[in-house]
């Protein structure tokens, strides 16, 4: 999608959509006002017949309008023009391209209530456009989305263009990060992972990968457990960007199973295919570090990517297995399918014995039970540190990826005790996303840190938010670059 600013006067008439975002109550002036009267007064005449409102997610399609070029006029609600946030203008760009991107025009022109929004309208049209359509190969051409281009009317296009950079980023790393998810295992397994996030050097990362020999040496048993009955090695990517001289890093840990089959603990057939995202949560951590990097952000960030495929196989781990994690502690396997602690276990040990960072963050596809807990528009939040979690609430409400905090009960720690080793790797089923969190605090090394359970916000089909496709929602990616942008840069 190509995204351009233009002033009202510098509009060239051409054949187009013609999109106008209106608020209730709103008259019609600037541009819109122009439409209007070119038109001999169409789109005043539509808000009085019928009952187009501008109420948030109502949509007015005008056909061919006589007195101006633009082959379709189409009106968005926004609802009330005194609560439009940035989210509201983002849905209503994003609505509008969804009106008409089959239409078979090539152009969208959006015309806003207030100009200055006009970047936040253009990310929204950009995180809407996103497709993952790599293997279609008999897609009808009527089918495929036709508009390429989105203009924008602005008053102060160089502004616009500047206020949109660090937005463009966004919705890049964004749709790098859903394609991560999008991919199947088969195409992205961990060595390939690996080397897509080895790319981003290219931004200027650093970006380094450990193999299995190398984490053996280092006593990762757990991380290295639960890939030991795939085919395809893990990998440990470790991704580091540099923007703000020697000050302490902060951290973000990712779990990456590229596949979960539940190994031995073998999951049902109904619906495994949707465990080709349970590396949602290294996507979303690797989609940070492109932003940071493409936005030049002025902080120092250490990514984790724990990459791994859960198989069950001769070689698979049995439940029972006892594996040593790089902690020290020792795990008894109960359940071969709660891999995903396993893997953070010793990704986060490594992150807090490496790197000494302020705090660390993980994001992980754990639980199913989150999925029962919160359902689908709200990830589960834990941490050890009520000013970490405060600033993460709040970067989630601005960016509209809701989190919910839930609890880390001492008293629930009993659930993991083991009567061979230190530790089990799963409780009772009732809390199962809250013993899955208490078992990874116990390799989070005392130092401030927050887990984001991401299963139940990693996909969505079908989804009703127009700046998400159905499929990967590369979840975590806006949330994370606002905690950074809000409270640890400069
Ligand atoms: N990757 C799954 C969790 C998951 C479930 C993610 C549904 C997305 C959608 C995780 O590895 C898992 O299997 N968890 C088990 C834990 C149980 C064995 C204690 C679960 O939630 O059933
Ligand atoms: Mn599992
Ligand atoms: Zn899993």
Same mark, same amino acid.
């Given at each position: 999608m190509d995204i351009e600013f233009v002033t009202a006067s510098a509009v060239v008439s051409e054949k187009c959509v013609e999109a106008l975002v209106v608020v209730e109550g709103a008259v019609l002036a600037g541009r819109a006002g122009q439409l209007d009267g070119l038109s001999g007064g169409a789109i005043t005449r539509a808000l009085a017949a019928g009952r187009f409102t501008g109420a948030k997610d109502q949509v007015l399609d005008l056909q061919a309008p006589v007195g101006i070029d633009a082959a379709r006029l189409v009106l968005i609600g926004a609802g009330k023009a005194d609560g439009l946030s940035d989210i509201g203008v983002e849905h209503a760009a994003a609505q509008a391209y969804g009106a008409v991107k089959t239409s078979g025009l090539a152009t969208l022109r959006l015309v806003l209530p207030d100009t200055l929004r006009a970047p936040r309208a253009a990310l929204g049209v950009r995180l809407a456009a996103y497709r993952f359509d790599r293997y279609k190969t008999k897609e009808p051409q009527e089918k495929k989305p036709s508009i390429t281009r989105t203009q924008v009317v602005v008053d102060d296009v160089d502004a616009a263009l500047a206020a949109f950079a660090p937005l463009a980023a966004l919705a890049d790393a964004v749709a790098f990060a859903r394609d991560l998810v999008s991919e199947p295992a088969n195409i992205l397994y961990p060595a390939e992972f690996a080397r897509r996030a080895k790319a981003l050097e290219s931004l200027g990362l650093e970006v380094e990968i450990l193999g299995e020999a190398e984490m053996s040496r280092l006593g990762m048993g757990a991380l290295l457990g639960v890939g030991q009955g795939s085919r395809r090695d893990s990998q440990l990517v470790v991704i580091q960007w540099k923007g703000a001289g020697k000050a302490k890093p902060i951290a973000f840990v990712g779990k990456g199973v590229c596949f979960d089959t539940g190994g031995i603990s073998i999951k049902p057939a109904e619906g495994m295919e949707d465990m080709k995202w349970d590396m949602g949560g290294a996507a979303a951590v690797a989609? #940070?570090?492109?932003?940071? =990097?493409?936005?030049?952000?002025?902080?120092?960030?250490?990514?984790? #990517?724990?990459?791994?495929?859960?198989?069950?196989? %001769?070689? /698979?781990?049995?439940?029972?297995?006892?594996?040593?994690?790089?902690? %020290?502690?020792?795990?008894?396997?109960?359940?071969?399918? /709660?891999? %995903? !602690? #396993?893997?953070? /276990?010793? =990704?986060?040990?490594?992150?807090?014995? !490496?790197?000494?960072?302020?705090?660390?963050?993980?994001? =992980?596809?754990?639980?199913?039970?989150?999925?029962?807990?919160? %359902?689908?528009?709200?990830?589960?939040?834990?941490?050890?540190?009520?000013?970490? =979690?405060?600033?993460?609430?709040?970067?989630?409400?601005?960016?509209?990826?809701?989190?919910? !905090?839930?609890? #880390?009960?001492?008293k629930y720690e009993k659930g993991l005790e083991s009567l061979a080793a230190d530790l089990k790797n799963t409780g009772p089923r009732p809390g199962g996303s809250i013993t899955a969190a208490l078992f990874i605090q116990k390799f989070v090394g005392g130092l401030p840190w927050a887990h984001l359970d991401i299963a139940s916000t990693a996909w969505k089909k079908p989804s009703s938010v127009p700046t998400i496709p159905d499929g990967a929602t590369g979840f975590g990616v806006r949330l994370l670059n606002r905690l950074v942008a809000e409270n640890y840069e400069g």
């Amino acid at each position: 999608m190509d995204i351009e600013f233009v002033t009202a006067s510098a509009v060239v008439s051409e054949k187009c959509v013609e999109a106008l975002v209106v608020v209730e109550g709103a008259v019609l002036a600037g541009r819109a006002g122009q439409l209007d009267g070119l038109s001999g007064g169409a789109i005043t005449r539509a808000l009085a017949a019928g009952r187009f409102t501008g109420a948030k997610d109502q949509v007015l399609d005008l056909q061919a309008p006589v007195g101006i070029d633009a082959a379709r006029l189409v009106l968005i609600g926004a609802g009330k023009a005194d609560g439009l946030s940035d989210i509201g203008v983002e849905h209503a760009a994003a609505q509008a391209y969804g009106a008409v991107k089959t239409s078979g025009l090539a152009t969208l022109r959006l015309v806003l209530p207030d100009t200055l929004r006009a970047p936040r309208a253009a990310l929204g049209v950009r995180l809407a456009a996103y497709r993952f359509d790599r293997y279609k190969t008999k897609e009808p051409q009527e089918k495929k989305p036709s508009i390429t281009r989105t203009q924008v009317v602005v008053d102060d296009v160089d502004a616009a263009l500047a206020a949109f950079a660090p937005l463009a980023a966004l919705a890049d790393a964004v749709a790098f990060a859903r394609d991560l998810v999008s991919e199947p295992a088969n195409i992205l397994y961990p060595a390939e992972f690996a080397r897509r996030a080895k790319a981003l050097e290219s931004l200027g990362l650093e970006v380094e990968i450990l193999g299995e020999a190398e984490m053996s040496r280092l006593g990762m048993g757990a991380l290295l457990g639960v890939g030991q009955g795939s085919r395809r090695d893990s990998q440990l990517v470790v991704i580091q960007w540099k923007g703000a001289g020697k000050a302490k890093p902060i951290a973000f840990v990712g779990k990456g199973v590229c596949f979960d089959t539940g190994g031995i603990s073998i999951k049902p057939a109904e619906g495994m295919e949707d465990m080709k995202w349970d590396m949602g949560g290294a996507a979303a951590v690797a989609g #940070l570090m492109h932003v940071l =990097a493409a936005r030049k952000a002025k902080v120092n960030v250490v990514g984790i #990517l724990g990459l791994v495929e859960n198989m069950p196989d %001769g070689n /698979a781990q049995r439940p029972g297995d006892i594996v040593t994690t790089m902690s %020290g502690q020792t795990v008894e396997v109960i359940n071969t399918d /709660a891999e %995903g !602690r #396993l893997v953070l /276990a010793d =990704a986060l040990w490594y992150c807090q014995d !490496r790197f000494k960072p302020r705090f660390m963050v993980d994001l =992980a596809t754990l639980t199913g039970a989150i999925i029962v807990a919160l %359902g689908n528009d709200f990830a589960g939040l834990f941490s050890n540190n009520d000013e970490l =979690a405060a600033n993460l609430l709040d970067a989630a409400t601005s960016e509209d990826e809701m989190l919910w !905090r839930l609890p #880390l009960p001492p008293k629930y720690e009993k659930g993991l005790e083991s009567l061979a080793a230190d530790l089990k790797n799963t409780g009772p089923r009732p809390g199962g996303s809250i013993t899955a969190a208490l078992f990874i605090q116990k390799f989070v090394g005392g130092l401030p840190w927050a887990h984001l359970d991401i299963a139940s916000t990693a996909w969505k089909k079908p989804s009703s938010v127009p700046t998400i496709p159905d499929g990967a929602t590369g979840f975590g990616v806006r949330l994370l670059n606002r905690l950074v942008a809000e409270n640890y840069e400069g």
